[in-house]
């Protein structure tokens, strides 16, 4: 592994451990060189995936990419850190359990609004109103609105 601080090669693992519930490896690693220390984490991967986008354009899955936008929409929520990372490590193995390769971006945001929706609805509205892209504060309501169970006219 590669010192992301000098660009040695010859990194040493001084401890690895389970992690995200046994699904990766984290390893401490030390960098003899210049001495740094960085962790990284390893994973099985059963396919790659490729995102198609609403463009059609084509792009590699990215992982980081998706944990990036589920911890924007959970910022500054009470939302465990281990649990964002099961939870990212599920969807992942949603999408790579599917069968397909090929994997339309609508439906990684479907997976994601819908994981979100079980942990923190302040995080699945917020993720809602960059996916659905909303304009204005009446697409905030009516999604609220839909979110709520419908109350009984007072007679």
Request: glycine share 6%; aromatic share 8%.
């Given at each position: 592994?590669?010192c992301?601080?000098?660009?040695?090669?010859?990194?040493q693992?001084?401890d690895?451990r389970?992690?995200?519930?046994?699904?990766a490896?984290r390893?401490?690693r030390?960098c003899?060189?210049?001495?740094?220390?960085?962790?990284t984490?390893e994973?099985?991967?059963?396919?790659?995936?490729?995102v198609i986008?609403?463009?059609g354009?084509?792009?590699?899955f990215?992982r980081?990419k998706l944990?990036r936008s589920?911890?924007?929409?959970?910022?500054?929520r009470?939302?465990?850190p281990?649990?964002?990372?099961q939870m990212?490590s599920?969807?992942?193995?949603?999408l790579?359990?599917?069968?397909?390769t090929?994997?339309?971006s609508k439906?990684?945001g479907?997976?994601?609004m819908e994981?979100?929706?079980r942990?923190?609805t302040?995080?699945?509205?917020r993720?809602a109103?960059?996916y659905?892209n909303?304009q204005?504060?009446g697409?905030f309501?009516k999604?609220v609105?839909?979110?709520?169970?419908?109350a009984?006219?007072?007679e």
């Amino acid at each position: 592994m590669r010192c992301p601080f000098c660009g040695n090669i010859d990194t040493q693992v001084k401890d690895s451990r389970p992690a995200e519930d046994h699904v990766a490896i984290r390893r401490r690693r030390f960098c003899p060189a210049c001495g740094g220390r960085f962790t990284t984490y390893e994973r099985v991967q059963l396919r790659d995936l490729v995102v198609i986008k609403s463009s059609g354009r084509r792009e590699d899955f990215d992982r980081d990419k998706l944990e990036r936008s589920i911890r924007i929409a959970l910022q500054k929520r009470p939302v465990d850190p281990d649990r964002v990372d099961q939870m990212v490590s599920g969807i992942v193995r949603r999408l790579e359990s599917m069968g397909e390769t090929d994997i339309v971006s609508k439906v990684i945001g479907e997976i994601v609004m819908e994981a979100l929706a079980r942990i923190d609805t302040v995080a699945y509205v917020r993720f809602a109103s960059v996916y659905k892209n909303f304009q204005e504060a009446g697409d905030f309501d009516k999604f609220v609105s839909e979110l709520r169970p419908s109350a009984a006219p007072d007679e």
